[in-house]
C-alpha cells in the first residue's frame, strides 16, 4: 500500500515516513525543499534500509503533482506540506494563505481527480481559542490569532466542506500540541533555519554552544512557577498517531479532528532543568518580557484519539529531552553536517 506523503523532508514527516516504511507501507515523497533538506530522507533510507520515492515538486505546481499520481499508486496522504512559523505568517500573509490553503486546494482537487479520497491533515493545536482554559478537548472553542492559525483553522473547514459534498472522502484532522525530541538514532531531528522560535531547538543550541543563552518569555504567569505551561510531545509518539489516522481513514468515511498530545504541561523552566538533568549541560536563561500572542497554559485531552484512534502518547519529558539532545550533539550544524553518525545499539 503506497502513502503519499507531502513536506515528508520536513520535521514530523521525516519521522513519520520512517515509522510507516517501518510497518511496511510504501511511501511516496513530495516535497520543495523549502524548508528541509533531501539528506533527511537519505537517512531516513538508511535507518529503514528501504526506499523512499522522492519527488521534489512544489503543491502549487499541479502539472508535476498529477504527475506524481499518474506514477504511483497512491492509497491515501499524508498532508504535512506547509510554512509554519507564526512570526513570518504576521509578515507575510498572503504568501501562507498562498502555500498553504492553495496548496492544499490544489492537492485535494488532484486528489478527487485520480479518486484518492482518504488524508490525514497535519492540524494544530493553535486553531483553538487562546480564552479557553484547562484541558483542551476537540470541542473546546476554536478561534486562531495569527495567520498561520487561521490557515489551519480554514484548511480544516474546507476538508470539512468537500466532505458534505461528497462522503466517500475519509478525513483525519490532527491537532498536534508541542512536537519535540528526535528519532532514538539521532540521525534526523529538528533541523529550523536560522536562529529557533520554538522552546527545544533554542534550549538545545544552548547547551551546544551555538547561542549564548535563552530568553525565557515571562516569568509572571499564573502557574506554578511563573512561565508558560505546554504540552510537549515526542515527535516519534505523533508520528506514530499517524500510523494509527491512516488505519482509521482507510476503513471509515467522515471527518474527526484528533488532539495530539500527552495531556500533561510542562512548564518553560520545567524543561529547562529537565534538560539540564538528561544533558548535563547548564543552560543560561534571562527572564525577558511575555512574547505577544502567548497564552499561560496550553495542554490536551486527548481522550478521544485514545477512544478512537488507539493511540496514546508513550515517551516521557526525560526521553523527549535525550533525544533532542542526541540529534543536536552529533549534528550541531543539522543536516549541514556532511557525516552521518551512526551510533550502535540506536538503530530504527
Ligand atoms: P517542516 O517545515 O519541517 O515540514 C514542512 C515541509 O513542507 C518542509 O519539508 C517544506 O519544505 C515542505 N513544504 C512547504 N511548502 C511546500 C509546498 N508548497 N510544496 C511542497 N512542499 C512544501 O514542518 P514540521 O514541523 O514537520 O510540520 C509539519 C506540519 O505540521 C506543518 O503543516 C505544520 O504546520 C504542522 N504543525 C507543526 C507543528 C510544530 O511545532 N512543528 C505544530 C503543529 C502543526
Ligand atoms: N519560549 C521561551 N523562550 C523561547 C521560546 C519559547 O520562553 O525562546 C516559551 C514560550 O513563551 C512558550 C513555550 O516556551 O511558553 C513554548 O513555546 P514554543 O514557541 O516552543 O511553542 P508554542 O507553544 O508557542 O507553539
Redesign the pocket.
Known amino acids: 500500500m503506497a502513502i503519499l506523503i507531502?513536506?515528508g523532508?520536513?520535521?514530523?514527516?521525516s519521522h513519520t515516513c520512517l515509522e510507516l516504511l517501518n510497518i511496511g507501507y510504501e511511501v511516496v515523497v513530495?516535497?520543495?525543499?523549502?524548508?528541509?533538506n533531501k539528506e533527511s530522507l537519505d537517512r531516513v533510507d538508511k535507518i529503514t534500509g528501504k526506499h523512499i520515492q522522492f519527488y521534489n515538486?512544489?503543491?502549487?505546481d499541479r502539472e508535476n503533482l498529477e504527475a506524481v499520481f499518474m506514477e504511483n499508486k497512491i492509497d491515501a496522504v499524508i498532508h504535512?506540506?506547509?510554512?509554519?512559523a507564526v512570526g513570518e505568517s504576521v509578515e507575510l500573509p498572503l504568501s501562507y494563505y498562498q502555500?498553504n490553503i492553495t496548496?492544499t486546494i490544489i492537492l485535494c482537487q488532484v486528489m478527487q481527480k485520480y479518486n484518492v479520497k482518504k488524508m490525514v491533515f497535519?492540524?494544530?493545536?493553535t486553531v483553538y481559542s487562546p480564552t479557553t482554559s484547562g484541558a483542551i478537548s476537540e470541542d473546546s472553542p476554536l478561534g486562531a490569532t495569527n495567520p498561520y492559525g487561521r490557515t489551519?483553522l480554514m484548511i480544516e473547514e474546507i476538508l470539512r466542506d468537500l466532505y458534505v459534498s461528497d462522503n466517500s472522502w475519509s478525513i483525519s484532522l490532527l491537532r498536534?500540541f508541542?512536537?519535540v525530541g528526535s528519532h532514538i538514532s539521532g540521525r534526523i531531528g529538528e533541523d529550523p533555519n536560522g536562529i529557533p522560535n520554538?522552546l527545544t531547538p533554542y534550549i538545545t543550541q544552548v547547551a551546544v554552544g551555538k547561542l549564548n543563552q535563552l530568553r525565557i518569555f515571562g516569568d509572571d504567569y499564573p502557574t506554578s512557577d511563573g512561565t508558560g505551561v505546554r504540552d510537549y510531545i515526542h515527535v516519534v509518539d505523533l508520528a506514530k498517531g499517524h500510523l494509527k489516522a491512516i488505519d482509521k481513514v482507510m476503513i471509515v468515511t467522515g471527518v474527526e479532528a484528533y488532539n495530539l498530545g500527552t495531556g500533561k504541561g510542562y512548564s518553560v523552566l520545567e524543561m529547562v532543568h529537565a534538560f539540564e538533568q538528561t544533558s548535563g549541560k547548564s543552560i543560561p536563561y534571562i527572564i525577558v518580557d511575555r512574547r505577544p500572542g502567548d497564552v499561560a497554559v496550553c495542554y490536551a485531552d486527548s481522550s478521544k484519539a485514545k477512544r478512537e484512534l488507539g493511540w496514546v502518547a508513550e515517551r516521557g519529558i526525560e526521553e523527549m529531552c535525550a533525544d533532542a539532545w542526541r540529534w543536536q550533539l552529533n549534528n550541531p550544524n543539522g543536516y549541514h553536517d556532511v557525516e552521518d553518525k551512526v551510533i550502535i545499539g540506536q538503530g530504527s
Open positions: 507531502t513536506g523532508a520536513g520535521y514530523i514527516g513530495v516535497d520543495n525543499l523549502s524548508n528541509s515538486i512544489d503543491l502549487l504535512f506540506a506547509g510554512f509554519k502555500n496548496g497535519s492540524s494544530s493545536a489551519k498536534y508541542n512536537p520554538n
